[in-house]
T-cell receptor, first 115, second 111 residues
Framework: DTGVSQDPRHKITKRGQNVTFRCDPI?????LYWYRQTLGQGPEFLTY????????KSRLLSDRFSAERPKGSFSTLEIQRTEQGDSAMYLC?????????????FGPGTRLTVL | RKEVEQDPGPFNVPEGATVAFNCTYS??????FFWYRQDCRKEPKLLMS???SGNEDGRFTAQLNRASQYISLLIRDSKLSDSATYLC????????????FGKGTKLSVIP
């Protein structure tokens, strides 16, 4: 499968625990995005990387959230001290260099449930 | 006012029907426009980009009216497989790559 992959697909955690999600973009895609989607809503932008540089961050990305893309390939999203309000689907997307930069290809998402 | 607003839905239509979805956006500087499709508990997938001149892909036609800040999607001859949530999506450009999604409109095509 050469699409965007995310791991894990599902995560159940207790309030206050830390969680980390991984996203592997389509090979050679230099732009990578994280979104969050809650039930009945469209995805909401969290952050964006071009190669290893984090260039945009949403105000939704509180100080409990941190994202990295250390080698410009895969990315991780960590949530510290999880709260019940963090329960959502976390989606990763990627875009290729030199193409229509707005055509974002999404991964299957990581569904987080905070108990 | 929300940045991207869509018909609330849900739309329940019989097979073969024509259905139209409407969407408005608030930022007049928006540069790119899309319709994405999302199946239940799946990721969004690009259905089509939307251009000022209008564009058609088989049974799907998308229109953009920049003056009215309005986007539409028309589905002709609905199939059962068209059942999904349709998301109106906007990119404001100007160096930003984030997509802004509407809440989505759920379509159920009934046999």
């Amino acid at each position: 499968d050469t699409g965007v992959s995310q791991d894990p697909r599902h995560k159940i955690t207790k309030r206050g625990q830390n969680v980390t999600f991984r996203c592997d973009p389509i090979s050679e895609h230099n732009r990578l995005y994280w979104y969050r989607q809650t039930l009945g809503q469209g995805p909401e932008f969290l952050t964006y990387f071009q190669n290893e540089a984090q260039l945009e961050k949403s105000r939704l990305l509180s100080d409990r959230f941190s994202a990295e893309r250390p080698k410009g390939s895969f990315s991780t999203l960590e949530i510290q001290r999880t709260e019940q309000g963090d329960s959502a689907m976390y989606l990763c997307a990627s875009t290729a260099r030199g193409t229509n930069t707005d055509t974002q290809y999404f991964g299957p998402g990581t569904r987080l449930t905070v108990l | 006012r929300k940045e991207v607003e869509q018909d609330p839905g849900p739309f329940n239509v019989p097979e073969g029907a024509t259905v139209a979805f409407n969407c408005t956006y608030s930022n007049s500087a928006s540069q790119s426009f899309f319709w994405y499709r999302q199946d239940c508990r799946k990721e969004p997938k690009l259905l089509m980009s939307v251009y000022s001149s209008g564009n058609e892909d088989g049974r799907f036609t998308a229109q953009l009216n920049r003056a009215s800040q309005y986007i539409s999607l028309l589905i002709r001859d609905s199939k059962l497989s068209d059942s999904a949530t349709y998301l109106c999506v906007v990119n404001v450009g100007a160096g930003s790559y984030q997509l802004t999604f509407g809440k989505g409109t759920k379509l159920s095509v009934i046999p």
